[in-house]
């Protein structure tokens, strides 16, 4: 029990440096998002984590990594994208829950159509998502991804995670707000 306390307070204290840091809500987005994904990975023990948008149309969306953290080959990482129309069961599991929790990724089945392609390329063994929504809907998911083995995830991992996607969602917000008063100045000026 005296390890979970620590773990649950790691997770906090996570959260809360970034939440609490200057930097994150007025330096660059991308930063910021950066940032975000480093330390879910690091707080994870992951060897992975992305934050990705879904673009596209109804018919042939698109999984669009905007940052993205790979312990294997440090440095920010952008512009993959992925056509989902292969993946139809993973978006229907973002569009009805909050949480993918895929202990073993590849025989999950929300999880295993990147088996091919994707988890093996990447040695990919378990994937925890977290959906990002905006104005009620879709709009990305923050995925944290273990290299390695397939292992299950603890309830600080979870909880993390969705907080995680929380505060991205709540930067793209304060994001929004600054890029609107930024316009009413010229406007009003």
Partial sequence: ????????????????????DLDFWDGALDDALFALVRATADATHSGRCGLWRIDGTADAPILHVL??????????????????RAYPTYLAALEGGRLIDAA????????????TGYLDVHGIGAMLDATLRRSGRLWGVLCVEHVGPPRRWSDD????????????QQRLAHEDLKRSEAAYRTLSG
């Fill in 1 to 20: 029990a005296a390890g979970t306390a620590v773990a649950t307070a790691t997770a906090a204290d996570v959260y809360l440096a970034l939440a609490r």
């Fill in 67 to 84: 940052v993205l953290h790979d312990a294997a080959h440090p440095g920010r990482r952008d512009g993959i994208d992925i056509g989902e």
């Fill in 104 to 115: 073993d990724a590849v025989h999950d089945p929300r999880t295993r159509e990147f088996a």
């Fill in 157 to 168: 991992d979870r909880r993390l995670v969705t907080s995680m996607a929380d505060l991205a």
